[in-house]
């Protein structure tokens, strides 16, 4: 079993909506959760980075950590053409930890 | 600089071939990452650097990658006698420190674009 799930997608919305992108988890030991945002052709970009559960929000976006179930979920609210790219979630389990373990990331397109 | 800058952005090779990748990361950044993403796959860790010193190399599939890292700035992934199962995207990236974070606060990463390499 991968240590993080991610569902590939791809996922096609039209402007304006709610997106949710999830990620499952499978070691409890992880502690820390980012989001990546892609472009293509491009290589990864921070987008939200959390410690410990709950939400986390940055404008349109809400990163959700639920350690109980294993669960972390990215939350794009008012979704625009420019969000379009592939969404990568991340772990790391803990502090002066190197190793980042990726999902295989979910392709988002957002429709005008 | 002011960004993760790799070179070159697109490779084409025979295989058997040798080749080279550059990172150049961002200035006094100290920790230094290879991953590669192929198609499909996700990020797949192989190599990190503290300075010029990898203590970690156990990403690296196999004995035809080797990487180094000179003057704690430069790094070069080389894979030796190409294969086709090589091709992918080589990311680098570069943190303040030993990333995600040495204090609590982000000490994340900043990937580079990317050398898409095409072993024939």
């Known amino acids: 079993q991968k240590e993080v799930e991610q569902d590939p997608g791809p996922l096609s919305v039209p402007e304006g909506a709610i997106v949710s992108l999830n990620c499952t988890y499978s070691?409890?030991?992880?502690?820390?959760f980012m989001w990546y945002r892609q472009y293509s052709r491009k290589g990864p970009e921070l987008l939200m980075y959390?410690?410990?559960?709950g939400n986390k929000e940055d404008g349109r976006f809400t990163a959700q950590v639920d350690k109980s179930s294993k669960y972390i979920s990215l939350f794009i609210r008012d979704s625009q053409p420019s969000d379009s790219a592939t969404y990568l979630c991340?772990?790391?389990?803990?502090?002066?930890?190197?190793?980042?373990?990726f999902g295989k990331g979910t392709k988002l397109s957002v429709i005008p | 600089g002011a960004g993760v800058s790799q070179s070159p952005s697109n490779k084409v090779t025979e295989k058997g071939k040798d080749v080279e990748l550059r990172c150049d990361p961002i200035?006094?950044?100290?920790?230094l990452y290879w991953y590669r993403q192929s198609l499909g796959q996700g990020l797949e860790f192989l190599i990190y650097?503290?300075?010029?010193?990898?203590?970690?190399k156990s990403g690296l599939p196999s004995d035809r990658f080797s990487a180094e890292r000179t003057g704690g700035s430069v790094s070069t992934l080389t894979i030796q006698r190409t294969q086709q199962e090589d091709s992918a995207v080589y990311l680098c990236?570069?943190?303040?420190?030993?990333?995600?974070?040495?204090?609590?606060?982000?000490?994340?990463?900043?990937f580079g674009a990317g050398s898409r390499l095409t072993v024939l």
């Open positions: 990236a570069s943190s303040l420190g030993l990333a995600p974070q040495t204090t609590y606060g982000a000490n994340v990463l900043t």
């Open positions: 070691n409890s030991a992880f502690q820390y």
């Open positions: 959390t410690y410990s559960s």
């Open positions: 991340a772990r790391a389990p803990g502090a002066g930890s190197y190793q980042l373990t």
């Open positions: 200035s006094g950044h100290t920790a």
């Open positions: 650097f503290q300075g010029n010193s990898a203590p970690d």
